[in-house]
Each structure stands twice: as C-alpha cells, then as structure tokens.
C-alpha cells in the first residue's frame, strides 16, 4: 500500500510539473501576443499593400555580377580622398551613405513584409496574409523574370579591390524571417504548396553554395559575429529544408567552436568588445548565439543547457550583458563610434533567454524596449523582429 501510495504521489508531482511548464510556455507566448499584437496587425496593413521588390528592381554598375545576383558593397570601405579612383580604404565602424545597398534594403523590406504576415495570419487566422506572402516568395524565389540567383559571389565588394567577399553572407541573415514566417503558415489552407517547393529547392541550393563555396568556408571560419551568422542561417535554411545532417554539424559547431572560442569566462565577447562598436557587436552576436540555440536545440539536444567544460554557457552570456541592457549607462566598456543612442531595442535574446531560463526580469525588459526600429543599422543587425512566429 506504501509503494502504492508512493506511485501516485510521484506521478501526480509528475503531471503537475508538466502543467507548470505548459503553462509558462503559453504565459511567454501570450506576453508576446499582447505586446505585440497592435504593432503587428498595423505592419501587417501595411504589408498586404506591397508590391514585390527583388534584386532585379536595382543594378549598380559597380556590380560584377548579373541583374539577377545580389550585389552589396563593405559598409566601412570609402574613396581614397588623395587618389579618387583608386581602391577604397577602410574606414572600420564608420558607414559609406554612398555605397551600394538597395539589395539589401530590398531584402530587408522583403523580410519585414514576411515577418509581419506570418505574425498577423498567427493571431488572426485571416488567409489573406498567406495568400499575400505567397506572392512575394514567388517574386524572390521562382519567377524567371525576378527571381535571385541562389549564392552570394557578388557581397560586400570593395570598389578596386574584391567583387565579393564571403564576408557578404551574413547580408542574408535576413532570409531568415523570410523561411520562418513560410514555416508559420506551411499548413495553411491558402499556401500554394508548388510554390512552397519552389522556395525549400532555392534554399537548398543557397545551403550547398554556403557549405561548399570559398566564400562560404571563410564565413564559417570567422572567429566572430561572422562566423556566428553562418550558423545562425544554415541552422536555419537547414531546418526549413529538412537537412537533419547540416543541423547536427551546426549544433556540434555551436558547442565545439562558437561558444567555446568566442565567449570569455565572465560571459563577454572579447572578439566584439575590441571592435570600434564594442556594445552594438556584443548585442548582436548574442542575438544570433541564443537565436542558433532556438533553432537547434531539442528535447535529447538542449543548447540552452549546454556549458563547456570551462563554464562557459548561453545563460552566462545572457547574464553578462543583461545589465548593460537595463540600464546602458553602466556600460563599462568604451561607446560604440556611431550609433550608440540607437541601442539597446527589444532583443531577441531577451524573449528567448527569458523563455528559456524563466527569468521574467528579462522579459519585462523586453516588453519596455523599441519594437519597431525605424534606423536602418539597427534594422540591419536585428535578424530576428517577429517573435512570435519562433
């Protein structure tokens, strides 16, 4: 009869934990909901009133590539004030107005457009978000006449100096809200599922060029922010195509290279710290680590819960930067050269280090921050805008 009464005890505790964690899952989710809802059903307006704009819209003549190839120029590269036309010099941290960006741009729009659908058909349910998605996709991904090439030869040149560079990739972080939102809606009664094909073929496409181009193996070798991306987007180009192999190599690489060689035992990014935007770097590559982690992480596979064997962890980064999030006046470290006012906005590794971790500190942080950046560095370097629909 004790061993008895002792079973039912220990399964009632059981089933009531369950219930805790199911419940705090849908407590975070309806936090965001409720945040966001006024804000995405008004992006959401905006979008159903777009037209497409892929990279055919605009052609540098600096562009070595063809009207269908994406073409960005190094953000931080200017003219030689003594020679005019000879290659450019750096300038780091400081951005060139005049260089070519309207492929980013473009892609970046396109972004915010599927972001906020995917958002809005998720909490209304409406078919006519999917069906305006679907057009949009169509235009990037399968129509002839202004479909992108799937590789990124043509990023980041430098005027004299590179066509290209691999450090270009991480322009299409921004692909990664498009395959999410397309993710949130792939069931839907509306999704044209030919094209929805169309678009997991493109992709893994893109994903063989990234992992097996030079410009690609340069970007997975990058020992910072760079090299973080890589992961970030084949973790999550490899998710949306069912490419279980990729994902296995991103979460053997987030543990074995990322976390290990990156983060420093107080949890800091020294790599990013020595940049001349030492708190808009830590910020953005703490995004894209705890995004790698939402990605990847499974139930026998938990990255949240990782931690080397020098301690390092999600958790401690998170914790290193929260202060300087809170209250950004205590930022120990030197000011960012440009941008500085613009930061800190609502990050995403405070809605998924919040879910994560429980700590509901960092989501009421969250709640209070900027959720619709209008300033195009910040737009930019915040991949990951429509919670909601991760």
Not at 79 to 87: A, I, K, L, T, W
Not at 186 to 196: E, P, V, Y
Not at 258 to 285: H, I, V, W
Not at 363 to 382: F, G, Q, S, Y
């Amino acid at each position: 009869m004790l061993k008895t009464r002792r079973y039912w005890f220990v399964l009632l505790m059981l089933l009531q934990a369950g219930n805790i964690t199911a419940q705090t899952q849908f407590d975070y989710t309806k936090a965001i909901s409720k945040t966001l809802r006024k804000q995405v059903l008004k992006e959401a307006a905006w979008a159903l009133q777009q037209e497409p704009v892929t990279v055919t819209a605009s052609i540098s003549p600096r562009s070595a590539g063809g009207r269908h190839d994406f073409f960005s120029e190094g953000d931080y590269w200017w003219p030689n004030p003594q020679f005019p036309d000879s290659p450019y010099i750096q300038k780091d941290g400081m951005t060139n107005p005049d260089n070519f960006v309207a492929h980013r741009l473009a892609m970046i729009r396109f972004s915010r457009i599927m972001g906020a659908l995917a958002s809005a058909c998720k909490i209304t349910g409406d078919q006519k978000y999917v069906v305006q998605a679907v057009k949009h996709c169509r235009a990037w991904f399968i129509d002839t006449a202004t479909r992108m090439n799937p590789n990124l030869l043509y990023a980041q040149a430098i005027k004299g100096r590179f066509t290209g560079r691999g450090i270009g990739i991480i322009d299409t972080i921004h692909f990664m809200e498009v395959v999410q939102a397309l993710m949130a809606m792939q069931d839907a009664r509306d999704m044209d599922k030919k094209m929805l094909a169309g678009v997991k073929d493109w992709f893994a496409q893109y994903l063989d060029w990234l992992t097996t181009h030079k410009y690609g193996k340069d970007e997975m070798n990058a020992t910072n922010n760079h090299g973080t991306c890589w992961v970030m987007q084949v973790a999550a180009f490899a998710r949306f195509t069912a490419n279980q192999s990729l994902m296995d190599f991103c979460r053997d690489r987030y543990k074995t290279v990322l976390l290990p060689n990156q983060m420093a035992a107080d949890g800091s990014f020294p790599q990013e710290l020595r940049r001349t935007k030492p708190y808009g770097y830590s910020l953005f590559n703490l995004d894209a680590m705890t995004t790698v982690c939402r990605i990847l992480s499974t139930k026998e596979d938990n990255l949240w819960a990782f931690q080397t064997p020098d301690g390092q962890s999600m958790k401690k980064g998170v914790q290193f930067l929260y202060p300087y999030v809170a209250d950004k006046s205590k930022w120990p470290f030197k000011q960012d050269v440009m941008y500085w006012e613009n930061w800190p906005v609502a990050h995403p590794f405070l809605i998924f280090g919040a879910e994560a971790y429980g700590d509901k500190n960092w989501l009421t942080t969250w709640k209070k921050l900027d959720h619709a950046p209008v300033v195009e560095e910040v737009i930019r370097n915040l991949p990951v805008r429509n919670p909601l629909i991760w």
